[in-house]
């Protein structure tokens, strides 16, 4: 398939693009779009055969969920039933933006969206491309992150290319994106609301908006077969090809430990990358990649720096945790589930 690439901007959409990638939508083909967390590879989330389409290009299992987009609150009552009075606070101080929301899901779901499951994951993002696309296109679009499954998300249109080139109908290229880190993910089909996925929304402010809050073990990097309520939790996550050693710990033993690992693997002969937040840090190793000064850069470079890493051709990556605090949490739920070798010191 040849893939159609289109330069948009994000702050006036060009309505000329929003309509050719429409078309492409309403006639059950795939688009890979800029939200303001991730690139994502959408369909519309009520045709089936479009939406293997998806499953397809991404080599995704079918059991995975995608989560559905919407442009206003009024499509949910369409996709989604049994809303239950929590979600409104919710949806009045984070929508649009990064926050899903899994519902009961409605006939009009089919099961190849929801991944055979009777809850749909619902999000309204806060992108004028992602909103102008749905708009257009009439229909709500199911878009998970427009990566293989299994590498890390896409933050630009270059990392979209080098996956899913060929795989796509089209590809609509808005620069960089805002966050960096796919949405917050919470369950409200439970009595108590349950964290899936930390995000740029943080437990914090869910808690400070609705009180109570369960945390879904996985997050914190218990992968027991009972914790697995997100079927995407059991899968292998935003690895790059490179080994990758996480190392947590205070701030002197944290960086004492990267060195000594740096200087054991350059004696295998090993070509070593290190992702540190110590922008003077200093050791032997082949690539030292500062990560960012707050938990907001931090995210932003995130997935573009382990697909760097990659891209220099490094054995292994050494990354330093950081606290799991506020949005320090997604960062650390993402590199959690990408290391191959945590130490904590
Ligand atoms: O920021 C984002 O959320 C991006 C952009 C493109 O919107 N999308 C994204 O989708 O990250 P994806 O498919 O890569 O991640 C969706 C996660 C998966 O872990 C999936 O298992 C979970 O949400 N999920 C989706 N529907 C679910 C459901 N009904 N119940 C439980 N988990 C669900
Ligand atoms: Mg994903």
Known sequence: MKTEIYQIDEVNPQSFYIKLASDVITGGGTVAFPTETVYGIGANALDYKAVKKIYEAKGRHSDNPLIVHIHEASQLKKIAVSIPPISEPLIRKFWPGPITLIFKKSHAVPDATSGGLDTVAIRMPRSNISLALIKE???????????????PSPTSADHVIKDLDGKVNMILDGGNTEIGIESTVIDLTEQIPVLLRPGAVTLEAIQNTIGEVNIDPSILGNYSELSQKSPGMKYNHYSPNAQLILVEGSESNKRKKIGELVEKLIIKNKKVGVMTTDKSFQCNAHLIKFMGSNYESIARDLFGN???????GVDTIIVEGIDDKEMGLAIMNRLRKAADIKVVT
């Open 137 to 151: 296109s009439g229909c709500p679009i199911a878009a998970p992150s427009a990566n293989i499954s299994g590498k």
């Open 306 to 312: 382990l697909r760097f890493a990659d891209y220099y």
